[in-house]
C-alpha cells in the first residue's frame, strides 16, 4: 500500500513558476515509478512526467518538455515537479501517482495509486 498527498498548487500569473510536491509513504517505493498527471474541467486525465525512482530517468509529455521537471528525493521520500513558464492551458488539478517500476507510464490506468490532487490556476 502506498499513500500519496500532494501540495503546492495555487494561483499564479502566466509567465510564472509553481513547486508542486507529493509526499509518499508505504513499503517498497523504491520499485515504483511515479507520475503526475493533470485534468482540467471537462477534459481527459493527461499525463505530465514521470520518474522511476530506483534509477532515477525521467520521460515528459511533449506539451511540458523544457518548462517542467520532475525529481525525487530519497531522503524525504518527495516528488517534486518544477513548473516554470506556466501557461493558462496549464491550469488543471495535478495528481501524483504511483505504478510498478515495469508498468509506469504515460497511462493513467497504469497507476495503483493516486494522491488528492492540488489546484494550479494560471491567469493570463
Known amino acids: 500500500q502506498v499513500q500519496l498527498v500532494e501540495s503546492g498548487g495555487g494561483l499564479v500569473q502566466a509567465g510564472g513558476s509553481l513547486r508542486l510536491s507529493c509526499v509518499v509513504s508505504?513499503?517498497?517505493?523504491?520499485?515504483?515509478?511515479m507520475g503526475w498527471f493533470r485534468q482540467a474541467p471537462g477534459k481527459e486525465r493527461e499525463f505530465v512526467a514521470l520518474?522511476?525512482?530506483?534509477?532515477?530517468?525521467?520521460y515528459y509529455a511533449d506539451s511540458v518538455k523544457g518548462r517542467f521537471t520532475i525529481s525525487r528525493d530519497n531522503a524525504k521520500i518527495l516528488i517534486y515537479l518544477q513548473m516554470n513558464s506556466l501557461k493558462p492551458e496549464d491550469t488543471a488539478v495535478y495528481y501524483c501517482?504511483?505504478?510498478?517500476?515495469?508498468?509506469?507510464?504515460?497511462?493513467?490506468?497504469?497507476?495503483?495509486?493516486w494522491g488528492q490532487g492540488t489546484q494550479v490556476t494560471v491567469s493570463s
Open positions: 501517482a504511483a505504478a510498478p517500476f515495469v508498468l509506469a507510464d504515460s497511462r493513467p490506468q497504469s497507476y495503483d495509486y
Open positions: 508505504g513499503r517498497g517505493v523504491s520499485s515504483y515509478g
Open positions: 520518474i522511476r525512482w530506483s534509477t532515477g530517468s525521467t
